[in-house]
Structure formats: C-alpha cells, structure tokens
C-alpha cells in the first residue's frame, strides 16, 4: 500500500492520501505520552476473551466501525486504540511506546534484490523499496512478537480489527497462535484496492479470516484472498433519513483528488447558479489545502453523514462517504477523475452517473436499492456466535 500511494504521488496522478501534519512540538508531546501510557495504558494486566482494534478517525468522538460491537462484547474486550494518529478511546489501552520503538532502531537499507529496478522498468518511477523494507521488516517481526505475548497473555479467542492491511503484525500473531481474526469494514472496495483485490484469489499471508461487510455488494465487489469468507453485518452508524434540502449539493473531497475537485466543484457552481455548492473536506484535509472559489461554500467540522443527510446532491470520486450519501437519500454523480472506477459497478446499477458535463449535475439518479451497501445492523447476532 505503501508503495502505491509512492508511485501515484511522485507521477502526479494522486495526492497525499491522509498527510500527518506534526510539528516538533507536537512529536516531543507524543514521545512524552507514549512514555506515560506504558504504565497508564498498559494492555497486560487483566484477562479478555476479545481484542478490538478500533479506527483511528472518530468524528464527535465517536468510533463508528466498532461501536455497536464494543458494546455487545459487553466489555469482554481489550480496547487496543493507539494514539500515535488519532485520540484514543476512553479506557482503551496501547503499545504505542513499542510501536514507535519498533522501527526505530535499524538498517539505513536493505537488499531489494532488483525490486525498485523493476518497479521503474515497469512504471518509469523511482520508488526507494531498499529504506523501506530495512524499516518495515524489522518492525513487523519484533511487533508481532510483542502480541504473540499479549494474545497469549488473555488467552485472547477473537481478533476484531480495522484496516488489517495496516496492522498485520497484529494479524500475523493471531494467525501465529490459531486465533480467528475477523476484520470490519471501514471504507470502500473494489479491485483497485490494494489492501482487499487479489485477483484469482490466491492465498496471502497474515490476512483475516473474516471479513464483515456494510452490505451484499461489498462481498463479491473483489476477489478477497482464499479462505476469507464474508458477513453482512450492516451499518448501524447510518443516521435516519430526513428532508432535503432541494439546492445542496455537497462535494466530498480527499486528498488525493481534492485540488481538481475544487475546479470541478467551481464549473458545476458556475453552470447551476441556484445551487448551494459545498466543499466538504476530508479530515485530513484543510482550508488552506485549497484555494477555494467565491461561488463554492467550504464546509469543516460536523459530521458529514448528517450533511449528506439534508443535501440532495453528491459528487465525489472515490470516496466512501458516496456510497454513504446513495444510502441517506442523494443524488450521486461521480467526478471524472483519477479513481471514478471504484464507482463504476454503482454507475453500471444505474445507481450514480459519471459526470461529464457541470450542467449535468441536476439529472444524477437515486440509489433504487441502498440496503445492497448498507444493510440493517445484525453484529449482535454474529457476537453472540463468539467463543467462551
């Protein structure tokens, strides 16, 4: 994953992806806090039956993806939440100290044995494998030894995690030791995704042994890797559908797209002047990321879901939240850039439209069937399936 977002940001096709923004201050606060946690947030005392790995990214405080599972394991769980990108969960506990620690000791570089030059045969761009895999290698076996010891500690019987692809250390330990891993959904899928599309599905090493999806479509969207299976478990974080607002239309950028949006976001303002064009951004985004038009409102803070909520239209790229949006009642057009194809399947339903002219904008269709991404909640049963 790593080293695709490399290549489309040094060939210019994509932006950063989620930027950390971190000052020297605020690096010498995480160091002085990771020394704290290691006796405040340890996760070794006690004994759970389950691990949790929630998301980082909690808009009002709120951890979506795992909430309603957290609280039907009825605090069975170990809450392992890092604060190295993101604020922890209350109670939750971290190894943030030997996360960072990890990969801090170790080789300036490593063997490639002829990676990176085939890399740049095959797309004209230089991506230094060699420091990455000196740092990373490392890192992944001393982690993962590190959970061999804490999953063993609780006698842990599920694993529940979130983006496993950025976390297969902890995968791997639990693979290790014959645990079930389940992983939730948090985002989008289709086969350009690199952490869920392996064509042929072939079988890949420290992946989960389930994957729990929003809905029917995401199950079959890719090929997952051989012996995952998949479950619908819903998606109870969804708000209730309310009235529309007849001339919002929301853009939801990221980063990786987010400054030809902008111009995008301008044209549609500029050909539909009734309408209330605003620029949602990503949350690892900023107002001063862009320069934004006098035509188009920008829009930070709150809760995107609840401003899809009230708009009656959509437009993106590749985000998720478009999918989120067909499910609370918007129209969805699909901006044509760099990453539409993850929506092509939706555009082949009918259910959103590629949008290839500003003025076009006013004719994007509704979702006929929202409950085929996002059905209702059903993690209380599959819970209640977990080990003693």
């Known amino acids: 994953m790593r080293v695709f977002h490399e290549l489309t940001r040094r060939t210019g096709i994509h932006g950063a992806s ?12 995480l160091v002085a806090k990771h020394v704290t946690g290691i006796v405040t ?12 790995v929630p998301h980082p990214r909690k808009p009002g405080g709120v951890e979506i993806y795992t909430d309603e599972l957290r609280r039907a394991l009825h605090g069975r769980a170990l809450i392992l939440d ?41 797309t004209g761009v230089t991506v230094p494998i060699g420091p990455l895999l000196a740092r990373e290698v ?6 993962r030894a590190l959970y061999r010891a804490l999953l063993k500690r609780h006698q842990i019987k599920t694993v529940y995690v979130v983006v496993a692809y950025f976390h297969q250390h902890i995968v791997g330990a639990a693979r290790d030791l014959g645990i079930r891993v389940v992983e939730l959904q948090h985002g989008a899928i289709s ?16 992946q989960p042994d389930e994957l729990w999806c929003f809905g029917d479509y995401w199950t079959d969207v890719a ?5 995952m299976r998949t479950e619908v478990v819903g998606a ?28 995008v976001a301008e044209a549609v303002a500029k050909a539909n002047p009734d309408l209330d064009v605003v620029f949602r951004l990503h949350p690892s985004e900023r107002e001063s990321d862009y320069t934004i038009p006098p035509n188009v409102r920008v829009s930070t803070g709150g809760n995107t879901l609840d401003l899809l909520a009230e708009a009656t239209y959509q437009v993106g790229v590749s985000t998720t939240a478009l999918f989120e949006g067909m499910a609370l009642g918007c129209r969805t057009a699909v901006a044509n850039l760099p990453g539409h194809e993850y929506l092509d399947p939706a555009i082949a339903k009918g259910h ?5 002219r500003p003025t076009d904008l006013t004719r994007a269709p509704l979702c006929t069937d929202p409950s085929a991404y996002y059905a209702p909640s059903d993690i209380s049963r599959l819970t209640a399936e977990q080990p003693q």
Do not use: C, W
């Open 236 to 263: 109870p974080f969804l708000p209730a559908r309310r009235p529309k607002d007849p001339a919002k239309a929301v853009f939801l950028s990221q980063g990786t797209v987010g400054a030809e949006l902008v111009h």
């Open 138 to 143: 490392p890192k992944h076996r001393r982690l």
């Open 18 to 29: 989620h930027p950390v923004r971190r000052t020297k201050a605020d690096s010498l606060a």
């Open 223 to 227: 090929d997952l890797p051989a012996g």
């Open 41 to 52: 947030r340890n996760p070794f005392p006690g004994r759970y039956d389950a691990l949790v």
């Open 352 to 356: 959103a439209m590629l949008l290839q």
């Open 191 to 206: 086969p350009y995704h690199l952490g869920y599309s392996y064509p042929g599905r072939p079988q890949v090493a420290n």
């Open 82 to 122: 890092s604060g190295i990108n993101g604020t922890p969960l209350p109670g939750s506990k971290n190894l943030d100290f030997f996360t960072s620690a990890a990969g801090a000791i170790h080789p300036r570089t490593a063997d490639d044995r002829g990676i990176t030059q085939a890399l740049e045969k095959l």
